[in-house]
């Protein structure tokens, strides 16, 4: 079975399996009482992909497959792997020290950078443990490095009580992520090299900026399981070397930098204008090209009429 990550829910701060699995059963029962608002969800499952209504709910579907469903639904590979991690975060202990911070996975790890002070991170940088340090600095970004480094330059030699203040402050937003996200803890995740791989597998099969809508939809559900799963950074060498669709890298870029959301989307829909109106004049040069052609037009003044359109 081919599995979709297609994460529209979030896990409560305390999940529950018995939950988890009366959803799964409530999915099946909306099912057999032929309510359509079942079908968009088991179209989740390769077989329903492209069905009707009418075929899903003709279908027989065990109740392993609405548990399927339903962890696809909260971005899992599948039911398996949401127990795993719903029994692994209803056990976890409170994060009283750094080193307890490589529980986290590389996602975990970006989500929690993304909520610190900067002075705190670059504090708590300056003596984080190898293993630590390796994990928060392959999770930032190449501009938030290089801010980094000017922090450490600017800071020169803080006090110890400093840099333990900073270590608390941190401790305490990764126990609040924790209770709040607990899928940010790892739990047999795959690498950041294999993430990319998957992607980069996923463009070979055609150019981004040769897609229909419909093509470009597995190629974004990925994106968002990647993202997900391991963080932000883990796609910034795909986007620079892979995305050749001009207006989605330069979304993600400026995601992948940082820059606020509101931001972004203010930023690409004004390129999208641009890219609208230029695609217009094209279109109109060709419809006037044509003209040109069918009445004998001298080429002198087709390269006249093409001229206007250009400028």
């Excluded at 992909?49 to 899992?76: C, H, K, N, Q, W």
């Excluded at 900073?166 to 690498?191: Q, Y």
């Excluded at 669709?245 to 993600?252: P, R």
């Amino acid at each position: 079975m081919e599995r979709r990550i297609a994460m529209t829910k979030q896990l409560p701060a305390r999940p529950n399996l018995e939950h988890l699995s009366t959803e799964a059963k409530e999915l099946l029962q909306a099912h057999e009482k032929g309510d359509p608002a079942a079908c968009g969800r088991f179209r989740l499952l390769k077989r329903f992909s492209g069905a009707t209504d009418a075929a899903i709910l003709a279908a027989r579907i065990p109740l392993a497959d609405a548990l399927f469903v339903v962890a696809l639904e909260y971005g899992f590979a599948g039911w398996n792997e949401m127990k795993k991690h719903v029994e692994t975060a209803v056990g976890r202990k409170p994060l009283v020290k750094m080193e307890d911070l490589e529980a986290f996975s590389n996602r975990g790890i970006e989500v929690l950078l993304r909520d610190l002070d900067r002075t705190d991170a670059a504090l708590c940088l300056m003596e984080m443990p190898g293993k630590l340090y390796e994990m928060f600095w392959k999770n930032m970004t190449r501009p938030a490095r290089n801010r980094i480094h000017e922090d450490w330059q600017a800071l020169g030699t803080p006090a110890e009580e400093q840099k333990q203040a900073a270590r608390n402050r941190v401790l305490a937003i990764a126990n609040k992520i924790a209770d709040n996200e607990p899928e940010v803890f790892a739990g047999g995740e795959t690498t950041m090299e294999e993430w990319e791989k998957q992607l980069v597998e996923e463009t070979e099969k055609k150019p981004i900026v040769a897609r229909t809508a419909a093509e470009l939809s597995p190629l974004f559900v990925e994106l968002a399981r990647v993202v997900r799963r391991v963080g932000l950074v883990a796609i910034e060498d795909f986007v620079d070397k892979r995305v050749d669709d001009e207006l989605l890298k330069l979304g993600l870029r400026m995601t992948i930098g940082g820059t606020d959301m509101d931001e972004v989307m203010s930023i690409m829909r004004a390129k999208k204008a641009t890219m609208v109106q230029l695609y217009e004049r094209r279109l109109e040069m060709i419809i006037a090209a044509v003209d040109g052609v069918g009445s004998g037009l001298n080429p002198a003044l087709m390269e006249e009429k093409c001229r206007a359109f250009i400028q």
